[in-house]
């Protein structure tokens, strides 16, 4: 287990690291395909930054990640909804995650990725600062979401990779918050 | 054991055959129906309707679609005995067969997720109190000649000389290569004069020739179907049975004509006979897209054709191209007319369904309803369609529950005890209205306006300054109910806001004229596809929209100079005539430019007007709409359309803008004073 621990956290640091480039749509889309069914005791998760601090989707909930493009704003809506884009003749609304979850707006960057994540049929874009990468991660090393507040609704649990904690996030929270 | 898999290709496949299935079900019902009530039940119908009962369980079978098969197979061996004669159908029978092939169709809509085994149960206990009749007694019929027969053949071999019928024996041979076709011709031909009893395999025997004999009752005479038969040129001869016309009293006399000629065809075909794709609706769909997509790369041309013509050098260029252009967007719209000819089905498939269930609701409410259709042939988008088979359906049974009034009321009141509804459907330029018009008790405005009251809906102040109008359209209110007691069908008050919701959604517009005493007629118009439409590009405060041109009533342009004046309470006024009108851009919450020249797009709904003002026109375009997300519901915005490169544009929904503002107005929550 802690073997395989190892590995997958050293494929996370080669891909956050910056001398890599960050990693193809497709890379990501058919790692999606090969991970999503983990072994018996381990998560795959797919983790990214907001910030300095490092979160993560299952990788089940993800299903696929764009580069950053031109959103269709939406009026009447609330200003983390930063508007919709088309995904494969699908509108799919796109959400500033650092602004849903009280962390200030996000600014574009070079590194910055929208991350599609789906619940049952509905999609939902999130704009995320950089992506760290897909990984493999023992049940054993995921405890019970810390924070209570605002935020404590999108989070499914800390995972504790030595020094580094990645925070978990719920995709159905994040998409039912939204009503249907 | 498999768990059934919902996505499967297969298994959707099974779904859409299963509709199809229920649907021809539902319509033999129909008949069945009819017949019953006129006294003749006709054989050939009931034996569909077995079929369909047959087949249905079949394949609920494969699938292990397991509520479906239980009740398929219950429902053909009811119709087994039926058939056989061995019960009769009664009102009550039919009821439940009626009964049964609903609750199908509502297991099949739950693609096997819901729970039905009550419902199950009951309609299987309904189903199993038929009431067996003792077998007939053997007549006249020799014992040999019944005894290679089927139960069903023996019973309508009966039931045909019971009718004084005329029974013959057609003994015909085809080539042993082309038999299939030449069976199928002849018993075709022999149908339409006749009733097909029995195909039996005559005793003889030849090494390149089969030789059937088929068993026919009719009301022709021996001439008259050797007269057909020839016209086959097919080699046969016929045998009279009986002819209890000529020779009531005696034993079935056997004659035999013997035919000559021979079967034409010579060589079999694996052709099959129909030349129909199933088509997914999706795929439909994409193409659509494409089509759109095809027609802003159209757009890109022409104004590159006219940059080129204004260009002194390159003009004549210009115009070629121009004229190219021209023949480009020809084809283009004619392809796009017969990509829309595809989806679209007859309306009288929707109201084939209600036949039936109306007359279980009528029956379950105690009430005699009759149902007349009209236009069934208006042809609308296969998925508008479908979407408006559940607003249909709560207006049927509202009108049902509480509009047609009980047959005693009614005589009272000097009508007749049958109440009727008239669903008719007619085409009026890109839209179709659909009339749904009953001769009940009529909607009590003021009655309307109190039960809303009552019931918290609306504040008296408000509902107090409504029109008569206005007052009728709060049925559409969600939880609205006129009646107290909540009953099976109806009286949850859930049902006329879906109406409304779903309308709304097809961008289609409900009126409703009613007549106290005298009946109702809601007036559903929709527009024929929302596949593709044709939308004018607008723009306002930086932004661009797509307006659909279909919602449109007219487009003003607005000068400062011009007679169109604009005052400070929100209203425009043109050629004297008033309306209301409100910036695009304060409706959406953003800041209007300044601009002078301005443009008004007006929008009405019912007897309203609202003139919305944007700032450009930018272009005409054909484009495919798609919903919002359901995570997104912006009152205004009708979906969005992709441009391909030029990004994503929202589609205003101009009734919903024009509804929102005299609520708003209504409320007094949005300031449109200054325009």
């Known amino acids: 287990m802690t073997s395989k621990y190892g590995i997958g956290l050293k494929i996370a640091e080669e891909a956050s690291s910056q001398q890599t480039v960050a990693p193809t749509e497709e890379h990501f889309t058919s790692s999606f395909e090969q991970k999503k069914s983990g072994d018996e005791g381990t998560i795959n998760i797919i983790s990214f930054f907001l910030g300095l601090d490092e979160y993560a989707f299952e990788v089940a909930d993800a299903v696929e990640v764009l580069r950053p493009r031109q959103v269709t704003e939406v009026p009447r809506t609330p200003a983390y909804i930063k508007g919709i884009l088309s995904v494969r003749g699908e509108m799919v609304p796109v959400v500033d995650l650092r602004m849903r979850l009280g962390l200030g707006s996000s600014e574009s960057r070079p590194s910055s990725r929208i991350l599609v994540v789906a619940v049952e049929d509905l999609k939902m874009g999130l704009m995320v600062d950089r992506l760290a990468g897909v990984k493999e991660v023992p049940q054993s090393l995921v405890g019970p979401p810390e924070e209570a507040g605002p935020n404590a609704l999108f989070m499914k649990g800390v995972i504790n990779a030595g020094e580094r904690m990645i925070r978990l996030l719920d995709a159905s929270a994040l998409v039912d918050a939204e009503g249907q | ?675």
């Open chain 2, 1 to 675: 054991m498999t768990k059934i898999d919902l996505k499967s290709e297969r298994f959707r496949e099974f779904l859409a055959e299963a509709e199809d299935i229920l649907n021809s079900m539902g319509k033999g019902l129909n008949k069945l129906g009819k017949g019953v009530k006129a006294g003749i039940i006709d054989p050939a119908v009931l034996n569909g309707i077995f079929r369909s009962a047959h087949t249905l369980k079949g394949m609920c079978g494969i699938f292990e679609f397991r509520s479906l098969a239980e009740l398929s197979h219950c429902l053909e061996d009811t119709l087994d005995l039926l058939r056989l004669g061995r019960a009769t159908l009664t009102d009550e029978l039919l009821y439940c067969i009626i009964s049964a092939h609903d609750l199908m169709a509502k297991i099949l809509a739950s693609k096997g997720s819901g729970d039905f085994s009550g419902e199950i149960e009951s309609v299987k206990s309904g189903l199993s109190r038929v009431h067996a009749k003792k077998p007939r007694p053997r007549d006249e019929l020799t014992k040999e000649f019944i005894s290679v027969l089927t139960e069903y053949e023996e019973h309508r071999l009966r039931e045909c000389l019971r009718d004084g019928r005329n029974i013959f024996i057609v003994n015909v041979r085809f080539p042993i290569t082309s038999f299939d076709k030449g069976y199928m011709a002849l018993t075709e031909l022999l149908k339409t004069e006749s009733e097909v009893i029995a195909t039996l395999p005559s005793a003889k025997t030849s090494h390149d020739l089969l030789f059937f004999d088929i068993l026919i009752g009719t009301s022709r005479d021996r001439a008259f179907i050797s007269g057909i038969i020839k016209d086959m040129t097919a080699e046969s001869e016929i045998r009279v049975l009986a002819e209890p016309s000529s020779r009531p009293d005696r034993e079935p006399v056997l004659e035999i004509i013997r035919g000559t000629g021979h079967q034409s065809s010579k060589t079999g075909t694996l052709k099959r006979v129909s030349n129909t794709v199933r088509v997914n609706i999706s795929k439909l769909d994409y193409i659509m897209n494409i089509i759109s997509e095809l027609g802003i790369l159209k757009s890109g041309i022409s104004s590159l054709s006219t940059e080129l013509k204004a260009d002194g050098e390159f003009s004549v260029y210009g115009l070629e191209l121009s004229r190219a252009e021209k023949n480009l967007e020809r084809k283009l719209s004619e392809l796009r007319d017969s990509v829309l000819d595809v989806r679209m089905v007859p309306i009288g498939q929707l109201f084939g369904r209600f036949d039936t269930f109306l007359g279980k609701l009528a029956r379950e409410a105690g009430k005699e309803i009759r149902i007349v259709t009209r236009g069934d042939d208006t042809e609308l988008d296969k998925l508008i369609v479908e979407e408006l088979s559940d607003p249909l359906m709560h207006i049927i049974r509202n009108v049902v529950d509480h509009a047609i009034e009980a047959p005693a009321v009614r005589e009272a009141m000097g009508k007749s005890r049958t109440g009727s509804i008239s669903l008719s459907a007619y085409q009026k330029g890109n839209h179709v209205v659909i009339e749904v018009k009953d001769d009940g008790a009529g909607i009590d405005a003021e009655l309307v306006r109190e039960k809303a009251i009552s019931k918290g809906l609306v504040a008296r102040e408000y509902a107090d300054g409504l029109s008569r109008f206005e007052s009728l359209e709060l049925i559409f209110m969600p939880g609205f109910s006129t009646v107290d007691v909540v009953s099976e069908t109806s009286g949850r008050g859930v049902g006329m806001d879906v109406v409304k919701e779903n309308i709304t959604r097809l961008s289609g517009i409900i009126d409703i004229e009613t007549v106290k005493g005298k009946g109702t007629r809601f007036l559903l118009t929709i527009p024929i596809t929302l596949a593709i439409i044709q939308a004018l590009i607008i723009e306002e405060a930086g932004r661009r929209y797509a307006v659909p041109l279909n919602s449109v009533v007219e487009i003003l342009e607005l000068r400062p100079n011009s007679l169109a004046t604009v005052d400070a309470e929100g209203s425009i006024t043109v050629d004297n005539r008033a309306m209301p009108a409100v910036r695009l851009s304060r409706f959406f919450g953003y800041p209007p430019s300044g601009k002078e020249t301005v443009y008004g797009i007006v929008a009405g709904l019912a007897e309203h007007r609202l003139c919305i003002v944007v700032d450009h026109l930018v272009e005409e375009l054909d484009v495919v709409i798609k919903p919002l997300s359901r995570m997104i519901k912006v009152p205004g915005i009708a979906g969005a359309t992709d441009m391909g490169e030029k990004g994503t544009l929202l589609v205003l929904d101009v009734t919903g803008i024009l509804d929102q503002v005299l609520k708003e107005k209504k409320s007094g929550a949005l300031r449109t004073a200054s325009v």
